[in-house]
């Protein structure tokens, strides 16, 4: 009988960096389950400032308070994040799987280091210049995370999913003032995380300005690691 071996991998870099579009690539070649921290987050709003009954006025006010640092391009508080995807991971426990969007603070990363050890954190580190301009163009799939851009992963038919044909949407933090805000919360409150992992000797940087660049070494760097999908365990 092969054992399975269970996969744990962060992938972090600035907002806009590309962290979907390379974990959307990895988890389908290599057969991780993905979590993203930011797509978790919308799904709650999404979820919560829907409710209308008066005995869940708190959890509308959650909502409420997540949509407004995002809008603000500021983070979620860190018990309240933390809650959140941890509790995703306890569910996922059999499962190998890829972290996007999380920790981006040191005590964010000290709570996720208290369930689990990490094999690996991957780092795209691209220009913010570059970031500025991709994340104007860029189109969602709410539902399921699916990202596209108008000029590098058009949908095949403009403003539609590929995959189910539902309208698509702009984020409303995706405006170039409340990009400039996500790019200083990166630098001030995330970019410790990197000398974090650094100093655990778990990072890997990948640096450069086009995803399909960049991609072919996280590919091969990760064959190391994970030589075989049948390997992994990515069944809940
Ligand atoms: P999110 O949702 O985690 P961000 O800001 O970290 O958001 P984002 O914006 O989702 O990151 P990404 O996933 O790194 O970006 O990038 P992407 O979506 O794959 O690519 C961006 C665009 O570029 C897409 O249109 C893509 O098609 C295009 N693209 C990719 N590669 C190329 C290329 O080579 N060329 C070109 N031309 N285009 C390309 O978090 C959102 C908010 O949630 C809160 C915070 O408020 C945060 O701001 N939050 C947290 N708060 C506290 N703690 C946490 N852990 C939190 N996590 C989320
Ligand atoms: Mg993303």
Same mark, same amino acid.
């Given at each position: 009988?092969?054992?399975?071996?269970?996969?744990?991998?962060?992938?972090?870099?600035?907002?806009?960096? @590309?962290?979907?579009?390379?974990? @959307?690539?990895? /988890?389908?070649?290599?057969? +991780?389950? &993905?979590?993203?921290? @930011?797509?978790?987050? !919308?799904?709650?709003?999404?979820?919560?400032?829907?409710?209308?009954?008066?005995?869940?006025?708190?959890?509308?006010? +959650?909502?409420?308070?997540?949509?407004?640092?995002?809008?603000?391009?500021?983070?979620?508080?860190?018990?309240?994040?933390?809650?959140? #995807?941890?509790?995703?991971? !306890?569910?996922?426990? &059999?499962?190998?799987?890829? *972290?996007?969007?999380?920790? %981006?603070?040191?005590?964010?990363?000290?709570?996720?280091?208290?369930?689990?050890?990490?094999?690996?954190?991957?780092?795209?580190?691209?220009?913010?210049?570059?970031?500025?301009?991709?994340?104007?163009?860029?189109?969602?799939? +709410?539902?399921?995370? %699916? #990202?596209?851009?108008?000029?590098?992963?058009?949908?095949?038919?403009?403003? +539609?999913?590929?995959? /189910?044909?539902?309208?698509?949407?702009? %984020?409303?933090?995706?405006?170039? #003032? /409340?990009?400039? !805000?996500?790019?200083?919360?990166?630098?001030?409150?995330?970019?410790?995380? *990197?000398?974090?992992?650094?100093?655990?000797?778990?990072?890997?940087?990948? /640096?450069?300005?086009?995803?399909?660049?960049?991609?072919?070494? #996280? &590919?091969?760097?990760?064959?190391?690691?994970?030589? &075989?999908?049948?390997?992994?365990? @990515?069944?809940?």
């Amino acid at each position: 009988m092969v054992l399975k071996r269970i996969f744990r991998g962060v992938i972090m870099g600035p907002p806009g960096s @590309g962290k979907g579009t390379v974990s @959307g690539r990895i /988890t389908q070649t290599f057969g +991780l389950k &993905h979590l993203s921290s @930011g797509d978790i987050l !919308r799904a709650n709003i999404n979820a919560k400032t829907g409710k209308r009954c008066a005995t869940n006025l708190h959890i509308k006010e +959650l909502g409420l308070l997540m949509k407004s640092c995002i809008d603000q391009g500021q983070l979620v508080p860190d018990d309240i994040i933390s809650r959140l #995807v941890l509790a995703k991971l !306890r569910d996922m426990d &059999h499962s190998s799987w890829l *972290l996007d969007g999380f920790p %981006r603070t040191v005590a964010q990363a000290e709570n996720l280091d208290s369930m689990c050890t990490l094999d690996t954190v991957i780092n795209l580190d691209v220009p913010f210049e570059t970031i500025k301009e991709r994340l104007t163009s860029r189109w969602v799939h +709410l539902p399921s995370g %699916r #990202v596209y851009n108008t000029d590098f992963n058009p949908p095949k038919i403009p403003g +539609l999913d590929d995959v /189910t044909g539902e309208p698509l949407s702009q %984020r409303d933090d995706d405006t170039p #003032v /409340t990009v400039t !805000r996500r790019l200083k919360a990166y630098e001030n409150q995330t970019q410790p995380v *990197l000398e974090y992992y650094r100093s655990k000797g778990v990072l890997t940087t990948f /640096t450069g300005t086009e995803t399909n660049k960049i991609w072919p070494h #996280v &590919h091969a760097f990760l064959g190391k690691k994970i030589p &075989h999908p049948q390997q992994v365990s @990515g069944q809940v």
